[in-house]
C-alpha cells in the first residue's frame, strides 16, 4: 500500500506534510520563474505614468444646443460598461451634418444638409491620467484603445461615440492632420 492505515505515504512520510511541502516548493518555483523574467507581474509591466489625450467622435447628434461641450470643463465617462469617472474637455470640435451631391459639370458638391438642421458631428479632445504599459494606456483599470465605444455623460445628456485618437498628452495630435484635409476639401 502506498498510504498506510495510519495516513503515512510508504509508512515513512504523512500526507498533510507531504503537501505542505509540494505546495511550499510550487510557490518556490514560481518566485524563481517571475525573477528569472520567464513570467512578470502586473507591476512589471507597467512602464510608466503621466497624462493621455483621446479624441472621441460623437456622429450626427440631435440637438438644441450646438455649444453642449466646452473646453475646460469636465464630464463622465464610461468605457466597456465600466463607469471611469469625470475628465476634462480639452478641445471640442462641431460640425453641421453634410450633405453632397452631383453638380450638371460632373463635380462633387458638398454642403450643410439642409434636411437635417439640428445634426452635428463631434470631435472631442479629452484629457485623463493613465498607467503606460506594452499593450497600451490603462485608465482606472480600463485599457483606453481606438475603437473602443464610450459614453458621455453630463447634466442633461448621455451620449455613444467611439474613441478614434489616443496618445499621450505631449505627443502630436492626429486629429490637425484630419483638420488640414478637412479644410483643402472645404476649400474646393
Known amino acids: 500500500m502506498i498510504i498506510d492505515s495510519s495516513g503515512k505515504l510508504f509508512g515513512k512520510i504523512n500526507i498533510i506534510d507531504?503537501?505542505?511541502l509540494a505546495l511550499a516548493l510550487l510557490v518556490a518555483l514560481?518566485?524563481?520563474?517571475?525573477?528569472?523574467?520567464?513570467?512578470?507581474?502586473?507591476?512589471?509591466?507597467?512602464?510608466?505614468?503621466?497624462?493621455?489625450?483621446?479624441?472621441?467622435?460623437?456622429?450626427?447628434l440631435?440637438?438644441?444646443?450646438p455649444d453642449l461641450f466646452t473646453p475646460?470643463?469636465?464630464?463622465?465617462?464610461?468605457i466597456r460598461n465600466q463607469p471611469r469617472g469625470e475628465v476634462s474637455i480639452l478641445d471640442v470640435q462641431r460640425k453641421a451634418r453634410q450633405t453632397s451631391y452631383m453638380l450638371p459639370s460632373g463635380t462633387l458638391k458638398t454642403m450643410e444638409d439642409p434636411a437635417d438642421p439640428y445634426g452635428y458631428d463631434y470631435l472631442i479632445t479629452l484629457k485623463d491620467h493613465a498607467l503606460f504599459t506594452k499593450d497600451g494606456y490603462v485608465t482606472?483599470?480600463?485599457?483606453?484603445?481606438?475603437g473602443l465605444g464610450i459614453e458621455v455623460e453630463g447634466h442633461n445628456y448621455r451620449l455613444p461615440g467611439a474613441i478614434v485618437d489616443v496618445r499621450e498628452a505631449?505627443?502630436?495630435?492626429?486629429?490637425?492632420?484630419?483638420k488640414a484635409e478637412t479644410s483643402s476639401k472645404q476649400a474646393h
Open 72 to 78: 475646460g470643463k469636465k464630464l463622465s465617462i464610461t
Open 18 to 20: 507531504f503537501g505542505g
Open 140 to 146: 482606472e483599470g480600463i485599457k483606453v484603445k481606438i
Open 62 to 65: 440631435k440637438t438644441l444646443q
Open 30 to 60: 514560481g518566485i524563481m520563474a517571475v525573477q528569472s523574467g520567464m513570467y512578470q507581474t502586473s507591476g512589471q509591466m507597467i512602464e510608466g505614468e503621466g497624462d493621455i489625450h483621446y479624441t472621441i467622435y460623437i456622429r450626427n
Open 170 to 178: 505631449d505627443a502630436k495630435q492626429a486629429s490637425s492632420t484630419h
